[in-house]
């Protein structure tokens, strides 16, 4: 399992415009691309996952190419196999926990699962063990549920590649260790590799295999965190890789780091 | 798609009287008449004032010729004085007609509705005008715009992070719309489209003006008020106020409760 990832694009608003330029490989279970806000991961990940199109680029996961610029390649995001977890796991308000997790793979004029899609739907959410919660609603539900719901949502289409915007940052502190927990055995049971994007160093800390450094739009280093001695792209070795994060970040977000809303230029 | 013409209007002679009843009482016309003209033969099919039909249709050949030309209404400003009318018995007697103005049009539906009501009659001889399907078309063109205003706001206010995920999980633009956007919208919608019935409800006269104000046919709560009150029966138009004044407000109401944010928790 192999993503290249090499996009460039202007993103634009109001106050600003933003240089997109991004390119990476990676091919472990579990990648994490880190950055502080506004450093354009959210807007690599949109482009993975067919919600941005991209100036130039190409994107292939699992040798299925899914943008290519040259090629004039641009595979819609509902025929991209690619899940994607939002930041608030933007669960249907209107529907129930089962008719949440059912909608990717229920016909289009059913809201009830259909017959063949009730059992996944069940097995499914006992896996996540809120098989109790089937007839609530996303309101009704915690927060670490209601990430529960939103990985089974994705899961159920059986994506090639998960991708999650910074999943735990909507979980208090304490849950977000039982939850970071719980991401890596959906990765074991599932076997899907995940793309994570974060600008917490814990979560590189607990998760990452491969890191992606991400500066002001352009990747600033990619990093092998499988096993120490910790080696960057050079094959140089990186000491203290996550102590250095912690103290990046916090220049970062002292500095003027904007967070303004950005839009694609078509 | 040209129906039977003859056969379907005299399906409508009741109407027909109706409509030149009211023509001639709007227009304070001494005659109002309506003529059907198929084949060069001339067939009076009702009309007001008139004393001895051979005669009349007679003396109308002339006017039926001319108006046909005309493609709008034909006005004729002094019949006496105009030289393609000077002379003809029915615009000449003085004694008769005290206004010596001719207004003629030739459709049944007295030049009123503009081209698409032509067509409609020409083509499929669907008549609007003084019908109570005019006063819904009326109503249904004056409220409009309340209606899309008030679906274009409720389907931009659903989160498009919700229509995004559902992209990515696989579903068709349709599904999307379907599953996610409708159902995230419809209480909006639903909302709007009450306002637009409370509108309707009030509409006054673009109704008056297409449906006209036949009682039992074409009248409207709103025109039976102004006509109770014109003809001083202020019981009954007091009562109607209060009819509609319930409508209205029961509306507002229920309107308000479906557009109260409903995902709060």
């Known amino acids: ?266 | 798609m040209r129906r039977d013409r003859l056969g379907f209007l005299s399906a409508m002679v009741r109407t027909y009287d109706d409509i030149v009843t009211l023509a001639a009482h709007i227009f304070e016309a001494p005659i109002a008449a309506i003529l059907h003209i198929e084949n060069e033969e001339h067939n009076l099919k009702t009309a007001v004032g008139v004393r001895g039909a051979e005669s009349f249709l007679l003396n109308t050949r002339r006017f039926c010729d001319e108006t046909m030309a005309e493609p709008d209404v034909m006005v004729v400003e002094d019949t006496v004085c105009d030289e393609r009318f000077a002379g003809n018995p029915l615009t000449s007697d003085l004694k008769r007609y005290e206004r010596n103005v001719a207004l003629v049009a030739h459709d049944p539906t007295l030049g009123i509705g503009g081209p698409t009501v032509a067509w409609l009659d020409a083509a499929f001889g669907i008549t609007l005008i003084f019908t109570w399907q005019g006063a819904v078309i009326a109503s249904t063109l004056v409220a409009f715009p309340l209606v899309y205003k008030a679906a274009a706001t409720a389907f931009e206010g659903v989160d498009q992070q919700f229509e995004q995920v559902a992209r990515v999980l696989g579903k068709s633009e349709w599904a999307v719309f379907l599953r996610v956007t409708l159902p995230l919208a419809w209480r909006g919608i639903l909302a709007g489209s009450m306002l637009g019935f409370a509108r309707a409800l009030g509409e006054f006269g673009a109704t008056l003006m297409v449906a006209g104000n036949i009682p039992g046919r074409t009248q409207t709560l709103s025109i039976a008020i102004y006509d109770a009150v014109e003809a001083g029966r202020d019981e009954v138009a007091n009562f109607l106020v209060i009819v509609t004044s319930v409508v209205c407000i029961t509306i507002l109401v229920a309107s308000g409760k479906l557009l109260k944010p409903r995902y709060a928790g």
Request: glycine share 6%; aromatic share 6%.
């Open chain 1, 1 to 266: 399992m192999r993503i290249e990832v090499s996009v460039r694009t202007t993103l634009r608003s109001k106050a600003r415009e933003f240089r997109l330029d991004v390119e990476f490989t990676c091919q472990d279970d579990v990648s994490v691309m880190f950055g502080a806000s506004g450093s354009g991961k959210s807007a690599t990940l949109r482009a993975i996952a067919g919600l941005e199109h991209p100036d130039s680029g190409r994107i292939v996961v699992d040798g299925r190419v899914l943008f290519d610029s040259a090629r004039g390649i641009d595979v819609p995001a509902r025929m991209r196999s690619v899940g994607y977890v939002f930041q608030d796991y933007a669960l249907f308000p209107h529907l129930t926990v089962e008719e949440n997790v059912a909608l990717p793979v229920n016909p289009w004029w059913r809201r009830r699962p259909a017959r063949d899609v009730a059992k996944r739907v069940r097995d499914l959410l006992d896996i996540f063990e809120i098989g109790n919660l089937s007839q609530s609603y996303p309101w009704q539900i915690s927060g670490g549920q209601r990430q529960r719901v939103g990985l089974a949502r994705t899961l159920i289409r059986k994506p090639a590649i998960l991708l999650l915007d910074e999943p735990f940052a909507a979980l208090d502190p304490l849950l977000r260790i039982r939850m970071r927990q719980e991401l890596l055995n959906t990765q074991w049971l599932f076997k899907v590799p995940m793309l994570v994007i974060t600008h917490d160093p814990q979560d590189v800390a607990a998760l990452a295999e491969n890191l992606v450094v991400l500066r002001r739009g352009r990747v600033e280093r990619t990093v092998d965190l499988k096993g120490p001695p910790y080696r960057d792209e050079k094959g140089i070795p990186v000491r203290g890789v996550i102590r250095q994060l912690l103290m990046e970040t916090s220049v970062e977000s002292n500095g003027t780091q904007e967070q303004l809303p950005l839009r694609a230029v078509r």
